[in-house]
């Protein structure tokens, strides 16, 4: 009798001892599931940040093109007002000195025709200037555009990649914790069996 019981203790133990080992080896299987989910979740963190940060420099692209476009058009006006008097003074410098230059008088005469020459180069140089800022001005002004074109389009694109990857985070965060909460309770009730 006792070869018999010892024959059965023989024959169970192998059982048990499977039990156990497979016991464990589903724990170790859901720890790596849950490490993979945990990985998945980061990685949908990374990208959520990444999407933040795009979004971001979208809105500074259409900050500094709205500000660089306001300047330019205030320098156009200051331009322009500047064009206007620069005009107005040497049509009326050109007038008296032209009436000056067909007096009786030689020398006032060729002194009228010197200045008149002189306020030439004067205006053709300060004309020359304000050509320059103006240029200049439609430079800042094409670049501001540029900016708010592109911070627009960045813009919108971000904010779809943002809406899209807020989702997977939420999926990916609803897998973790419900696979965290399973093993939790798995542990939980491996723990009340022991």
């Known amino acids: 009798m006792s070869t018999v019981k010892n024959f059965q203790i023989l024959i169970l133990l192998p059982f048990l001892l499977l039990t156990s080992v497979l016991a464990n080896a589903q724990a170790d299987k859901k720890q790596a599931e849950l490490k993979k989910l945990e990985t998945s979740l980061a990685t949908a963190k990374a990208k959520v940040a990444l999407n933040e940060q795009q979004l971001s420099k979208s809105d500074s692209l259409i900050t500094l093109g709205t500000q660089m476009t306001a300047e330019a058009k205030t320098e156009n006006k200051a ?25 009786k008088d030689k020398d006032e005469s060729s002194k009228a025709r010197a200045d008149l020459k002189a306020l030439s180069l004067q205006y053709n140089s300060d004309s020359k200037a304000l050509g320059a800022r103006l240029k200049d001005a439609t430079k800042k002004m094409s670049t501001g555009n540029a900016n708010l074109t592109r911070g627009k389009a960045g813009k919108k694109s971000a904010q779809d990649a943002l809406k899209i990857s807020r989702k997977s985070l939420d999926i990916a965060q609803e897998k973790y914790d419900s696979a965290n909460d399973s093993v939790t309770t798995t542990t939980s ?3 009340k069996k022991k």
């Open 79 to 103: 331009i322009e007002a500047d064009r206007k008097k620069l005009d107005k003074e040497y049509a009326t410098n050109q007038k008296s000195l032209s009436k000056l230059s067909t007096s």
């Open 189 to 191: 009730k491996d723990k």
